[in-house]
């Protein structure tokens, strides 16, 4: 730690009044000293970390942190406000304020360093000495170790979540407690916990394994598994922690896990090696939920354990799709389990969309009659070829539904969602429900295994329900209400939704094209943009899409590149209305606007959204509109300008785009011209303005 902070780097006195403002000038500190070579470009990911979840912590500490490559070596800085500075705690402003830079190839033992560090703000004796501390030299020591903090408790109104001191371990290594090890008996449990800390068999007390992870693995990880393992001390439970943070992650034993009582993931980032955990009573919530309500979690999973409600685990490597933390709105729940079918949905549109537009290219129009490839297949025959990628992409297409429906039930109810949502969407395809049948049996399937889950059943047979008895019942439940309950009706409505598809002409087809285009570039690869995007490629998945379906897939992937390609140009023609930042990034632009990959715009719109919104969603209107009065077709669901051969009336395709890109990009050149002061002469990041994220996206598809 003694490279890592100096008195250089500590502000004792921090004047800012924004988080964005506070970050720079701790970060102009580490710039002084060489440890950043490009502000601008640190601070736009700092920035973008901070837009994945913000930093700020109960207790009034703010903990701003990011890998970068404008990082030479593992840096910290420390300020403290007097005033007070909001970074989204729950509790109000902090007045400590660590920025942790950690360049792009940081080794592991700087990364367990800075761990260490995170662990120790869960000490209250540690913040409550930063707060008296007068001198920038013994603040620096006291964060290096050097200095042990003074006996003092911390004051009432800036607690943190534990006043527990901090465990032996943690000042050795930042990470968590070796497997085995068990934890000492503390107060009596924390209310709502069961009566006595030794309720379990044999007398022994309540034994909780625990998983904590964030996106870059450096803080909140660390302070989770602190936060988790004091509160646990305090209720008199045993509880033992995985770290899998960026410094890797020690396996834990084997055996604690099977003795375990229950189970707790506290991650942002998805859980390695789920399935170690399947058949426990669980809780799975963010990390920030680890580090601020520690005791509610214990008391939660001990609760959890008392009925006998336990979980499946999950599959490997597979992204994390939770129902949503605790206090989360019914409204943000649907929308991930939507989102969650979404996201595996899309692969196989691209895949099957392209392949099916490659068999068209290649062996026409009329390639959708050719007979089966395993009956008739010649290597030289340009026609052969067609056919063979059409009947590939149809076959991928034919996976849209089922995929959508069981992984919208994996979103809800994790891996035994997947049987009855897969069933029932493949019952969709057969009763001719289609997409919307699809959403509806992903969302039937996933609250039957949540109410399955529910039923309390003894220990004997919880090894065979999520093998036998959840997929069984579910799968049987789920079939009959789509077979006989709810099918016709939503078959009805799909037919009734693509005959008004199919009847729109003139004025209503261009309103529809611009509402599109709105929804394209409302939120650049979030949940209005995919809507758009699911509804466009849920109508030419079917071997012979009509006319209209394909119209409006063409004017949802013009639409998209409209906001990447406007800010790349907008770069180009002002770049003096930009940072030098958001100038690099409109290079990339270029490439990802053609490649229809809307997020691309990301960075400008997260720097400057009142401006840069609502100009895209105008230029995609604009084109939307355009592309459906033009006519022009698209049976490819991604590709941009490199599908360009397989568009209908091509020419006025690339008009429309054309013109959405040059309306976005004169409104963005008038709105930023109308600024009293420009980046150029201003700090992009400082008081009051908002720092320029460099935002990556996160799948690669317009939506």
Not at 42 to 71: K, N
Not at 210 to 239: D, F, K, Q
Not at 508 to 532: Q, S, Y
Not at 673 to 684: D, I
Request: some cysteine; charged content about 15%.
């Amino acid at each position: 730690m003694s490279e890592m902070i100096t008195a250089d780097l500590v502000d004792l006195d921090l004047s800012a009044d924004t988080k964005e403002a506070a970050a720079r000038a701790l970060a102009e500190r580490m710039v002084a000293l060489g440890r950043v070579t490009d502000l601008g470009g640190f601070l736009a990911d700092v920035a973008a970390r901070e837009a994945q979840m913000p930093t700020g912590l109960d207790g009034g500490i703010g903990i701003p942190h990011c890998r970068s490559e404008h990082v030479t070596e593992p840096t910290l800085a420390f300020g403290r406000s007097a005033a007070g500075i909001d970074f989204g705690a729950p509790d109000g402003p902090a007045d400590l304020i660590f920025l942790i830079a950690a360049p792009a190839g940081a080794d592991d033992a700087h990364l367990t360093i800075l761990s260490s560090l995170a662990r120790q703000l869960m000490n209250a004796e540690f913040t409550s000495a930063l707060r008296s501390v007068d001198d920038a030299t013994a603040a620096a020591a006291l964060i290096r170790g050097e200095e042990p903090p003074a006996a003092a408790a911390a004051p009432e109104d800036s607690a943190t979540v534990s006043n527990a001191a901090a465990s032996a371990d943690t000042a050795a290594d930042g990470k968590a407690p070796v497997p085995g090890a068990t934890v000492d008996d503390g107060p009596a449990p924390a209310p709502g916990a069961t009566d006595t800390a030794t309720d379990t068999e044999g007398g022994q007390p309540f034994r909780i394994v625990a998983v904590t992870s964030c996106p870059t693995g450096i803080a909140h990880t660390y302070m989770a598994a602190e936060s988790l393992e004091n509160a646990g001390r305090e209720a008199g439970v045993e509880v033992v922690v995985e770290t899998q943070g960026s410094a890797g992650f020690t396996r834990l034993d084997p055996a604690v896990v099977a003795a375990a009582d229950g189970v707790i993931f506290a991650h942002d980032v998805p859980v390695r090696n789920k399935d170690r955990f399947a058949g426990k009573p669980t809780v799975d919530v963010g990390v920030k939920a680890g580090i601020n309500k520690p005791a509610k979690l214990i008391a939660e999973v001990r609760a959890k354990a008392a009925r006998g409600e336990v979980s499946a685990g999950s599959a490997p490597g597979t992204p994390v799709e939770r129902a949503g933390d605790s206090g989360e709105g019914y409204g943000t729940k649907l929308r991930k389990w939507l989102m969650s079918g979404v996201s595996y949905m899309v692969p196989f549109v691209a895949a099957g969309g392209l392949l099916i537009a490659l068999g068209f290219a290649i062996g026409g129009y009329k390639i959708n009659k050719a007979p089966s490839v395993m009956d008739h297949f010649l290597w030289t025959q340009a026609d052969s070829w067609g056919a063979l990628f059409f009947q590939i992409g149809v076959v991928s297409f034919g996976f849209l539904v089922p995929v959508l429906a069981g992984y919208i039930a994996y979103g809800m109810a994790d891996r035994p969602g997947l049987v009855p949502g897969f069933v029932g969407g493949a019952i969709s395809l057969t009763i001719n429900a289609g997409f919307l049948g699809g959403l509806a049996a992903g969302l039937i399937a996933g609250g039957v295994v949540i109410g399955i889950q529910k039923v309390k059943i003894p220990a004997a047979l919880r090894g065979i329900m999520p093998v036998v008895v959840i997929p069984l019942i579910s799968a049987a439940i789920v079939g009959f209400l789509m077979f006989v309950v709810i099918g016709k009706p939503i078959a009805s409505a799909q037919k009734g939704m693509t005959d008004w598809l199919n009847g729109l002409t003139g004025t209503n087809a261009v309103l529809l094209g611009a509402l599109l285009g709105l929804m394209m570039c409302f939120d650049l690869g979030g949940p209005v943009n995919k809507v758009a995007y699911t509804f466009a490629t849920a109508g030419i998945a079917v071997a012979s899409p009509s006319d209209s379906a394909m119209k409006i897939m063409a004017a949802v992937m013009a639409a998209g590149m409209v906001p990447p390609l406007a800010m790349a140009l907008a770069t180009t023609v002002r770049g003096k209305l930009f940072t030098q930042t958001e100038r690099e990034n409109g290079k990339a632009a270029w490439v990802l606007g053609a490649s229809f990959i809307s997020e691309g715009a990301i960075p400008f719109a997260a720097a400057d959204p009142l401006r840069v919104i609502p100009s895209a969603m105008v230029g995609g209107a604009v084109t939307g509109s355009l592309s459906m009065l033009f006519g022009a077709t698209l049976r490819a669901p991604h590709g941009g300008i490199f599908v360009v051969p397989l568009i209908g009336n091509p020419f006025l395709y690339l008009i429309a785009i054309a013109a959405g890109v040059c309306v976005t990009t004169a409104l963005v050149v008038l709105l930023k011209g109308l600024r009293k002061q420009t980046p150029e002469g201003a700090t992009a990041g400082g008081a009051g303005a908002p720092i320029s994220a460099k935002a990556e996206p996160k799948e690669p598809i317009a939506a």
